[in-house]
């Protein structure tokens, strides 16, 4: 287990040093562009170029805490695995893909960093090799594959510039050049793919076949937040072109509405909370479209606090009650594990935006923006109602694991016994109280006054207490059975099932691309191209070295009688 505890003093210490540097960068409006020479030979120039901001610093050492207490998490969690020190190596590796991505102003070393984020979590997905984990990681990796091209794409449009540093050409002379409307074009379909919007929503949920180690890390400040951070750096392109803005805000609307649905019909622990992290992505996104970069990545830094504890103290609960991720299974849990049910109410109310916690900060300006901003009434009501259906589903997982009587098989002895899982816990648990507030005094220091009518004032608070009765209202009386029963199963299942978007994607991948891809290889690199390429080279090579073998066997009297024979034909046709 020493592996365990070097990799977390070492991603803790990082952390500590990039978090004081990341103030210091804040106060003086520092940015630094490091480049370092790798290879130097003749006319050949290789160097690696990082760029150090407050930005990239904090979002960094938030990164790195946040892995160090999922190795701490993971020592108690996964600590009868055989395997444990590869899945620590793993977990390492993502990290290190992530701090690639971070640090870098530049296209080609955000793709080793892009590239290596879903290659290591195709790995971690199908960790407990299985059939659900086999079919999750395979549509995990397909979905990331799309974004991976688009970055590749991007970059050879960048050579029409000379450069791939984009650092470059963020102002307005460049932002009217129609090359880069394409970049930012690409660059959005790729952000949209890791940060699983419309239409390539379905990975996410299905990634919960991974270990909620794995869960705890990637939902809550790697993976999906790749995406985000990457429109974060472009934002002045995105809103410079205001048909891939308006694009992008209807979209990411539309996740954020969706995702809170099917929260509301899900029975599934990890997968309501996956559904958030798809819903609080979604707000992200439009967040950005708005122009709002520093709100979107103010609401990032304090996602990534309480999500990450939500999981670990889901991880609890699946944990003790043996496997068990049904919550009619579940109910009157905090008498029997208290520390965890505090972690979990608090990380929750921070989702729900419950005043003074972190996730109010964040969401209370963004909402308060949106009302000032001239947007029509379909953008207004999918923001207000999504944040309602956020509080809804969030208090009816409160009801259903906490309120409602036990319902279970049999009886489980419960017990927090474990150290390592609750000093984690105990970790992020602060941060998801003052990490709000303290970010806020940090990073929005120079906020403009919000000056709006009492009414609108109130309106965020008006639409959380709906929420919060709606969910427990619908958990205490289960109206959904009666939905089921009055449509005939067929809204239900529609709101549910994300809109049947993992139907359509897996049928799309299943039936469409990859047999079409299976076809084009058997008759194409295995029919045609065999027959008039290698094959075809082959046969003729041997078909000629049989017939050379053959004449060198035979007798150097033909040879010399044909040798006259030619040079006689040859005279003859001189003479003639």
Request: hydrophobic content about 55%.
């Amino acid at each position: 287990m020493s592996i365990c505890n070097l990799y977390m003093f070492i991603f803790l210490s990082i952390s500590m040093i990039s978090f004081m540097s990341g103030l210091y960068f804040l106060s003086l409006d520092l940015v630094y562009l490091v480049e370092w020479e790798l290879i130097n030979l003749n006319s050949f120039n290789l160097t690696f170029t990082m760029l150090f901001d407050f930005m990239s610093l904090l979002f960094m050492s938030l990164v790195l805490y946040i892995s160090s207490m999922v190795i701490l998490y993971s020592r108690g969690y996964m600590g009868s695995d055989k395997n444990i020190s590869r899945f620590i190596m793993l977990v390492v590796m993502f990290v290190v893909s992530m701090m690639f991505l971070i640090i870098s102003p530049n296209l080609v070393s955000i793709l080793l960093g892009w590239d290596g984020l879903g290659l290591v979590s195709f790995v971690l997905v199908i960790y407990y090799q299985n059939i659900k984990s086999y079919n999750a990681g395979m549509l995990t990796v397909l979905s990331n594959r799309i974004g991976d091209v688009m970055i590749l794409l991007s970059i050879s449009w960048m050579l029409n510039f000379g450069s791939w540093n984009y650092i470059f050409y963020l102002n307005e002379l460049f932002s009217l050049n129609e090359f880069l409307k394409v970049i930012i074009m690409l660059l959005m379909i790729a952000a949209m793919t890791k940060s699983a919007q419309i239409p390539f929503s379905s990975w996410l949920p299905a990634a919960m076949a991974a270990p909620t180690p794995v869960s705890s890390l990637v939902h809550s400040s790697t993976l999906v937040t790749a995406g985000v951070y990457l429109l974060i750096r472009f934002n002045e392109l995105l809103i410079s072109n205001l048909n891939y803005s308006i694009l992008l805000l209807l979209i990411g609307s539309l996740t954020m509405f969706m995702s809170g649905l099917g929260a509301n019909f899900e029975m599934d622990l990890k997968k309501i909370i996956a559904l958030s992290t798809l819903s609080q992505l979604g707000l992200m996104m439009s967040t950005l479209s708005l122009g709002l970069s520093m709100l979107a990545f103010f609401h990032l830094l304090t996602h990534a606090m309480f999500k990450a504890m939500l999981f670990m103290c889901a991880g609890v609960y699946i944990h003790n009650m043996k496997n068990n991720q049904d919550l009619r299974k579940t109910g009157s849990i905090s008498f029997l594990l208290p520390f965890t049910t505090i972690c979990f109410l608090f990380s929750n109310l921070a989702l729900c935006g419950f005043p003074f916690l972190t996730g109010f900060y964040s969401k209370d300006l963004i909402l308060e923006m949106v009302l000032m901003s001239d947007l029509n009434y379909l953008i207004f009501l999918l923001y207000f109602i999504s944040t309602g259906l956020t509080v809804s589903y969030s208090f009816r997982l409160i009801y259903y694991m906490f309120i409602k009587n036990y319902s279970g098989m049999n009886l489980i002895i419960m017990s927090e016994n474990n150290l390592y899982l609750y000093m984690s816990m105990l970790g992020l648990v602060l941060f998801s109280i003052f990490g709000g507030s303290m970010l806020m005094w940090l990073m929005l220091k120079n906020v403009n006054m919000i000056y709006l009518p009492i009414f609108m004032k109130n309106l965020t608070l008006v639409v959380v207490i709906s929420g919060a009765y709606l969910g427990y209202e619908l958990s205490k009386f289960n109206i959904t059975l009666n939905i089921m029963f009055f449509f005939k199963n067929y809204l239900l299942s529609f709101l549910g099932s994300m809109w049947f978007m993992p139907y359509i994607t897996l049928n799309l991948f299943n039936k469409s691309i990859l047999n079409w891809g299976y076809k084009y290889l058997k008759l194409m690199d295995h029919g045609w191209s065999e027959f008039f390429g290698g094959q075809f080279i082959m046969t003729t090579l041997m078909e000629n070295s049989k017939n050379m073998q053959s004449m060198l066997l035979n007798s150097m009297k033909i040879y010399f009688l044909f040798t006259i024979f030619l040079l006689m034909i040859f005279v003859m046709i001189i003479m003639y």
